[in-house]
């Protein structure tokens, strides 16, 4: 009996010792965790310039999330717009400290350009990324902003419709060069706008007719009494289905003329369900990428955080930093022919 005993005792230490000692420290004492980010403050790194729709989501989760990361640390948002967001891409991947107290949000997107584009300004390898996950499962559409005579998607078939864009790496860009190249569209692009804000003030003006790639959840923000009184005509909904709004709008999905068409719109498409990405770097340690993710689904699930949602018309509909994570695997896992393909039709 007293072999036993001992050979229990034994036996117990050795599994204590045998638990790696991080994983162990995590789950028996989160307080290391707390004194780390306790008077911490984290940037976050926003792609875009401010009172885009991706600035004003950014802006949104700042003002929460520090309550759900141990220790509470303030959350300082930061614009490094330029190139439809790679120039933050690139930052986060390469120069940001990698220790969980740098995360970002980029162009949904961003992270395919390697794939799709093979631009060499991409400096990164997405799946290297700490995804922590997306605010939204987005849908985004084509408008024509009171241009005479484009009202639906069958107007641009046979009339040129000037459209802002804000460079080859964004939705703006890519989803009418795309559909020019595969539909027969003719969205004419004129680039070289900082983001999707100077692109709404470019419409207001009259210097471009129309936007594609607009994220609807930033149009039921921002241009709600416009939509209401059609200063602007939604054409066509880009995403792999329909949003509930808009059951009228065509979708493009429903337009591709083969299964090859269907497999390189999905390849681009699938983007959209990391509509508002939030990132971290690569390298930063297990156990503060697992207390990000969390705080990140636990701002997602916050009453205060919802209702205010609610009150501003801000979508939420989250999807985990898991999921991501897999997506973006998943998609540079594609085949390689539809996925050069692809790239030479955005291109």
């Not at 933050?88 to 740098?102: E, I, Q, R, W």
């Not at 005579?149 to 802002?164: A, F, H, N, R, W």
């Not at 419409?203 to 009184?229: D, I, L």
């Amino acid at each position: 009996m007293r072999v036993s005993s001992v050979v229990a005792v034994l036996a117990a230490c050795v599994a204590l010792f045998a638990t790696p000692f991080g994983s162990a420290q995590a789950q028996s004492n989160p307080q290391p965790m707390a004194e780390f980010y306790k008077g911490r403050n984290i940037e976050f790194i926003v792609g875009w310039s401010a009172g885009a729709g991706y600035d004003v989501y950014a802006r949104f989760l700042a003002r929460y999330i520090g309550r759900h990361i141990p220790g509470n640390p303030s959350v300082v948002t930061q614009n490094l717009s330029g190139a439809a967001s790679l120039r933050a891409t690139n930052y986060l991947y390469n120069v940001a400290a990698k220790d969980g107290t740098v995360f970002g949000m980029i162009g949904r997107g961003t992270a395919f350009d390697p794939l799709l584009l093979s631009n060499a300004a991409a400096q990164f390898e997405a799946a290297k990324f700490n995804w922590l996950g997306s605010m939204n499962d987005e849908v985004s559409v084509c408008v024509a902003w009171g241009e005479p005579g484009v009202t639906k998607l069958d107007d641009v078939y046979t009339k040129e419709l000037i459209i802002g864009g804000s460079g080859p790496s964004a939705d703006t860009d890519q989803f009418p060069q795309l559909m020019n190249r595969m539909l027969g569209t003719k969205f004419k692009i004129i680039p070289g706008y900082p983001g999707g804000n100077e692109i709404n003030l470019a419409m207001q003006r009259g210097e471009v007719k129309g936007r594609c790639g607009w994220s609807w959840s930033s149009v039921r923000v921002t241009h709600p009494e416009q939509y209401r009184t059609k200063a602007f005509h939604v054409l066509v909904q880009l995403s792999l289905s329909k949003h509930a709004d808009l059951p009228d709008i065509p979708l493009v999905m429903d337009l591709a003329k083969n299964d090859e068409q269907k497999q390189m719109f999905k390849l681009v498409f699938a983007r959209q369900v990391m509509g508002r990405p939030v990132l971290a770097p690569p390298g930063v340690p297990g156990d503060r990428l697992a207390a990000l993710r969390k705080a990140f689904m636990d701002t997602m699930k916050d009453p205060e955080f919802l209702a205010e949602a609610a009150r501003t018309k801000i979508e939420i509909t989250p999807v985990s930093g898991e999921a991501v994570q897999k997506l973006v695997e998943e998609i540079y896992a594609q085949p390689r022919e539809i996925a050069r393909k692809t790239g030479d039709a955005l291109k």
